[in-house]
């Protein structure tokens, strides 16, 4: 296992964030996936599954011999542009101060969104996204490397891109899609028990897990779920979709308006999280 890479990965996106002055990775990925739909789009699986072959042909290609760096310090850098921890804190930290800020976090229409509606959006997206920027990329790291880390991103990136379920995504996106879920499916469920644990829910688990079952995704309800029973709320429930109203379930049995209190207190999380990481990588690097 790759503690030592995965905490110098971790401390490094702690402290540092985004490096502004390089084109990050996931956003050449995005270039890569958008000349590729411009020249070959068509809404079939089989033109979808060679989407996902070349990006990851292209990364395979390019990381592997990057892997082959026999400096720790040089690989975790590089490591650290797949996990957003930062970023993430302080993207969900801004709402508080700009509330509109939260058309760039989230997919769901926010032109008619109540206080109460961007505060759960702040919070379900926080939860989730702790899934997907942070302990997935962080797992497959610390289990497959450089490699497997960005080979997370790039289907990550996929899914995110064309994994939608709509007219023009439906085939093209769903080999994404379904890639995205199979490696989501550990590391969602790590995500949610870590929430509970940290949270000091830990009996709040069995719920947990039932209620994170109802959403539609196999993986985003439950840490979504696990954010709503360690906060006493209940997330989820109607939105708006590209101006659809959706009839999503409720997450969670506690108090249905959200405050800025309740978002600053599943911010919280995040300095036990830090906490509880570096120590279990640093006692996998002194082991």
Known sequence: ???????????????????????????????????????????????????????LAAVLALVTPISLIGNPWILGIIASTGIAGKMLYTSVSNVLNDPQSIRYLVSRDTENLSESDINKAAIETYAENLSDGVIAPLFYLLVFGLVGLF????????????????????????????LDDVLNYIPSRITAVL???????????????????????????????????????SLGGVTSYFGKMKEKPYFGKGRREISDGDVRRALALQWKLDTLVIIVLAAGVIV
């Not at 401390?11 to 540092?16: E, M």
């Not at 995504?169 to 899609?177: N, Q, R």
């Not at 509970?196 to 719920?207: A, E, I, M, N």
């Open 151 to 178: 080979l997370y991103k790039a289907i990550n990136t996929l899914d995110s891109m064309v994994g939608y379920r709509n007219d023009k995504y439906e085939k093209f996106g769903k080999a994404s899609a379904r």
């Open 1 to 55: 296992m790759y503690f030592d890479i995965a905490l110098i990965a971790y401390i490094t996106d702690r402290i540092f964030g985004e490096f502004t002055f390089i084109r990050h990775p996931v956003v050449l990925m995005g270039d890569f996936i958008t000349a590729f739909e411009k020249r070959f789009y068509r809404d079939t699986i089989v033109r979808g599954f060679w989407l996902v072959f070349w990006l």
């Open 195 to 233: 929430i509970v644990t940290l949270f000091g829910k830990l009996g709040k688990l069995r719920q947990t897990w039932r209620y994170g079952a109802l959403h539609e995704s196999p993986n985003a309800g439950y840490p979504i779920a696990a954010m709503a029973f360690s906060l006493d709320l």
